[in-house]
């Protein structure tokens, strides 16, 4: 039996089904009657009814929305509108039909299948660019707003039927908006995609953590397999804080080098940006041949 949404988006959009629910919020696929007005189908994302009265939930949702919806580029998730003051608070999304780089590669390790190196260098370079974007982004008078996503991770990396790469969820980023800072020795994001200097509460968080993660969803994409993930958040954090990193067979020497840079246990050793990270990749795929091609999905 489908479930009711007994709070209605807003009009003109219905509700289509609901696509999960979180910690944090419930998520649904809705639909506007008129397509010809703007997107035929979005995604809204509310609060939890009963964390409304979180000021530190409702500071993240906020961040969310507001850099969503004011960072425009085609590698990051858009938020098409927000209402902050609503009880529970809601956005609506851009919907990106293909699902995210989570459930593909589950679907893959079922089949022990791995995505070719040509789709897994498609998604990369698009996640790069994403990250380019956001870490350079400006407000309205041209200052730095410092952002670092602090939360890549494949359920964060959602991919369109016909291949397009878009970075979303910005609730963990540290950046000038961020009405609360995050207090010292609390941990935002997924533990097995942190950078080391993350899991040892040496740093906040920097542009090259982010890159860090790229280098961990990297691996996951070249090897087939989970990297640092262990059963337990304790367990999980002291494998990333060894920061032991197996060899990946089967790639080419310099798609090798570049993953183990990315991969790096000191940040300085790391591509200073994510535009170097991405120029540096592309020189490794060019020197050893292998083409850039998109994942395009048929479900």
Not at 139 to 158: A, C, F, M, T
Not at 160 to 172: A, H, Y
Not at 214 to 234: H, I
Request: net charge neutral.
């Amino acid at each position: 039996m489908a479930e009711t949404l007994y709070d209605p988006p807003p009009e003109p959009w219905k509700p289509v089904r609901k696509l999960g629910s979180g910690g944090m919020a419930e998520v649904w696929l809705v639909r506007r009657a008129d397509p010809e007005a703007g997107p035929a189908d979005a995604v809204w994302k509310r609060l939890h009814t009963h964390l409304s009265d979180s000021d530190d939930l409702l500071a993240m949702f906020e961040l969310e929305a507001r850099l969503g919806a004011f960072i425009r580029h085609e590698n990051l998730c858009r938020v098409l509108e927000f209402d902050l003051a609503a009880r529970p608070p809601w956005m609506l999304l851009e919907y990106v039909d293909g699902g995210d780089l989570k459930r593909l590669m589950a679907e893959l390790s079922k089949k022990n299948e791995r995505l070719p190196l040509s789709g897994s260098a498609h998604i990369l370079l698009g996640l790069l660019c994403g990250l380019e974007a956001l870490h350079g982004a400006t407000d309205e008078n041209g200052r730095p707003l410092n952002i670092v996503h602090r939360d890549v991770n494949p359920s964060n990396i959602l991919l369109s039927r016909l291949g397009k790469v878009k970075l979303s969820d910005f609730g963990m980023a540290r950046s000038a908006w961020n009405r609360y800072a995050t207090a010292p020795g609390v941990l935002k994001g997924r533990f097995a995609y942190l950078g080391p200097e993350r899991a040892r509460g040496e740093d906040p968080g920097g542009v090259r953590s982010d890159l860090f993660s790229v280098g961990v969803v990297a691996f996951e994409l070249f090897s087939g397999r989970r990297l640092f993930y262990r059963n337990g958040r304790k367990a999980t954090l002291e494998a990333v804080q060894r920061a032991e990193i197996p060899v990946v067979s089967g790639i080419p020497k310099p798609l090798s080098d570049w993953l183990s840079a990315m991969l790096a246990a000191d940040p300085t050793d790391r591509p200073e940006n994510a535009r170097q990270a991405g120029e540096t990749l592309l020189k490794a795929l060019r020197d050893t041949g292998i083409a850039v091609l998109p994942v395009v999905r048929a479900t």
